[in-house]
């Protein structure tokens, strides 16, 4: 049976392509805002006003789309992939949306089944964070060296320090990647935590046990939605058998 994930295409994919625009703004102002300091005002006046327009023009659109982005976009397909899983978990129909294949287990209590599809999540969510974060160390790495050894060089122009500054400690680099570092550790511990809780051998009936599953559901739910962070498709594609097959050795281990 081919697999079928309706809320990627319809709220992940304008997701995907609202971050990557996000990411041309941010470029495209930060070079902006350094040329402007290298245009002589005096002898050409207005192309230092015109350059002036352009960079406020692109600040306010990097806002709005800011705005779009992490108030609408972000929590929508958030929203919808939380009540498919709840939908796939409890046999109950929260949302319209569809997916076949996506969550890979055995399990047929509702509870038990939440807490096998929030491990599975946990899992790829890990795996990926930790092929992303390689690159986003590379290149944050790569802009401080820059920038302290622009600080180093006496003729260093203190304004072109302080711009780079913003824009390295922006939330696109050194942000980003203390975003990233701090939802793979996050999911480093609880993909732990639900390994822990199915090698525990105790039933989904106890109370204890279904607290710790209602707790470790709300604990990733609300560490995707703090850190911001969306996974990279291209990744995910290449990745996926692999991790399929390991989460496939992982659940016949600990029986799920």
Request: charged share 20%; with cysteine; net charge positive.
């Amino acid at each position: 049976m081919p697999k079928v994930d309706t809320v990627s295409k319809n709220f992940y994919g304008p997701l995907t392509l609202m971050d990557a625009i996000g990411g041309w703004l941010f470029w495209v102002i930060s070079i902006l805002s350094i040329v402007t300091l290298f245009i002589d005002k005096a002898a050409y006046p207005q192309a230092n006003i015109a350059l002036q327009i352009v960079f406020l023009i692109g600040a306010l659109l990097f806002f709005v789309h800011g705005q779009v982005q992490n108030i609408y976009l972000f929590p929508r397909a958030e929203d919808a992939r939380r009540q498919e899983a709840l939908s796939n978990s409890f046999n109950v129909a929260l949302t319209h949306e569809e997916t076949v294949g996506y969550y890979n287990n055995d399990q047929t209590n509702p509870l038990r089944r939440l807490a096998a599809n929030s491990m599975e999540s946990v899992f790829f969510t890990r795996c990926i964070v930790r092929k992303m974060l390689r690159w986003q160390r590379i290149t944050t790495l790569g802009y401080l060296v820059a920038w302290v050894a622009a600080m180093a060089y006496p003729s260093t122009d203190l304004e072109v320090i302080g711009v780079a500054a913003q824009a390295i400690f922006s939330g696109e680099i050194v942000g980003r990647l203390i975003r990233m570092e701090w939802l793979r550790m996050r999911c480093e511990h609880l993909f732990n935590d639900f390994n822990r809780l199915f090698n525990g051998g105790r039933g989904a009936s106890k109370s204890i046990t279904q607290a710790q599953i209602i707790e470790f559901f709300a604990y990733y739910e609300t560490t995707k939605s703090t850190a911001a962070i969306l996974l990279s498709t291209k990744i995910f594609n290449e990745q996926n058998p692999t991790l399929t097959a390991e989460w496939e050795r992982i659940r016949a281990r600990i029986g799920i």
